[in-house]
T-cell receptor, first 113, second 116 residues
Framework: AQSVTQLGSHVSVSEGALVLLRCNYS??????LFWYVQYPNQGLQLLLK??????LVKGINGFEAEFKKSETSFHLTKPSAHMSDAAEYFC???????????FGSGTRLSIRP | GAGVSQSPRYKVAKRGQDVALRCDPI?????LFWYQQALGQGPEFLTY????????KSGLPSDRFFAERPEGSVSTLKIQRTQQEDSAVYLC??????????????FGSGTQLSVL
């Protein structure tokens, strides 16, 4: 069975500081991994995804994530936080064709002025 | 329309009432998912359609929950004899192809169901 674990339900950083949101996955087969963002009163939007190839993937709004098979991790980072980054972030995994996509419990990111 | 549309946006039901939630995916999208999102939690998978075929319904919490997509486009999630624990936001998402191939999901804004 597949699952994702997001460490930290709430992360708070200062504006301009590094953002690090942690995600670890469990999968019996090579996974496809995603990060989605949910702004208040909006639907989830894809930030970035890893399927195959380069393990460092870049997404929208300056976010990036690195797939580390040895650590079963897919942490999300952004070098410099902006106030507009305040939102809920979800890590997700799927195993391939015709498979459901499993979401983590989410991490709420707050940005301090 | 331009995106995934869900209706109603809000639904208040009395315990024991039946409800039907509608999802209009992006035209031509093959895959359609239903998720349940409780307050402060991540979306929990309910069921998955590829065209009109329901390929996975393992997430439906009980036999009170039923989903259909008869013509491979619009989908309806029906909950019979609603209970208070059914209160949540129900999200619909669609994708142009088999979402298990890594294609991104396009989400609707959800239907917030409150069971009193």
């Amino acid at each position: 069975a597949q699952s994702v674990t997001q460490l930290g339900s709430h992360v708070s950083v200062s504006e301009g500081a590094l953002v690090l949101l942690r995600c670890n996955y469990s999968s019996s087969v090579p996974p496809y991994l995603f990060w989605y963002v949910q702004y208040p009163n909006q639907g989830l939007q894809l930030l970035l995804k890893y399927t195959t190839g380069a393990t460092l993937v870049k997404g929208i709004n300056g976010f990036e994530a690195e797939f580390k098979k040895s650590e079963t991790s897919f942490h999300l980072t952004k070098p410099s936080a902006h106030m507009s980054d305040a939102a809920e972030y979800f890590c997700a995994v799927t195993r391939g064709s015709a498979s459901k996509i499993i979401f983590g419990s989410g991490t709420r990111l707050s940005i301090r002025p | 329309g331009a995106g995934v549309s869900q209706s109603p946006r809000y639904k208040v039901a009395k315990r024991g009432q039946d409800v039907a939630l509608r999802c209009d995916p992006i035209s031509g999208h093959v895959s359609l998912f239903w998720y349940q999102q409780a307050l402060g939690q991540g979306p929990e998978f309910l069921t998955y359609f590829q065209n009109e075929a329901q390929l996975d319904k393992s997430g439906l919490p009980s036999d009170r929950f039923f989903a259909e997509r008869p013509e491979g486009s619009v989908s309806t999630l029906k909950i019979q004899r609603t209970q208070q624990e059914d209160s949540a936001v129900y999200l619909c998402a669609s994708s142009p192809r088999d979402s298990g191939s890594g294609e991104k999901l396009f989400f609707g804004s959800g239907t917030q169901l409150s069971v009193l």
